[in-house]
Nanobody
């Protein structure tokens, strides 16, 4: 059973930074992508960033490219999302997700990700 536990959300002023953490357990994640999605009030959950567990290839939504950085440590099964130059429109609940793909195919649709954490709130004030 895959378990994902997020932490690190909070309230920050525009232009500030936050670092989200996702502790993963229950599997060997060799054939997985780990990612971050977010959901703002009244909106659908959307892709933010992902990383391939094996090899570390990274992926970003255009709205966060250059401001956010995803990383992982395979020794401690943890994924981080460093968020810099935060904007009020980054306000959302951020979810850690896991996608199993033994052939290494990356997808950004929510329905293509099988495991989710409980979410952590990020609020950016103007």
């Amino acid at each position: 059973q895959v378990q994902l536990v997020e932490s690190g959300g909070g309230l920050v002023q525009a232009g500030g930074s936050l670092r989200l953490s996702c502790a993963a357990s229950g599997r060997t994640f060799t054939n997985y992508f780990m990612g971050w999605f977010r959901q703002a009030p009244g909106k659908e959950r959307e892709f933010v960033s992902a990383i391939r567990w094996s090899g570390g290839t990274t992926y970003y939504a255009e709205s966060v490219r250059g401001r956010f950085a995803i990383s992982r440590d395979t020794a401690v099964n943890t994924v981080w999302l460093q968020m810099n130059s935060l904007k009020p429109e980054d306000t959302a609940v951020y979810y850690c997700g896991a996608r199993y793909s033994p052939i290494g195919v990356m997808r950004t649709r929510v329905d293509d990700w099988g495991y989710w954490g409980q979410g952590t709130q990020v609020t950016v004030s103007s």
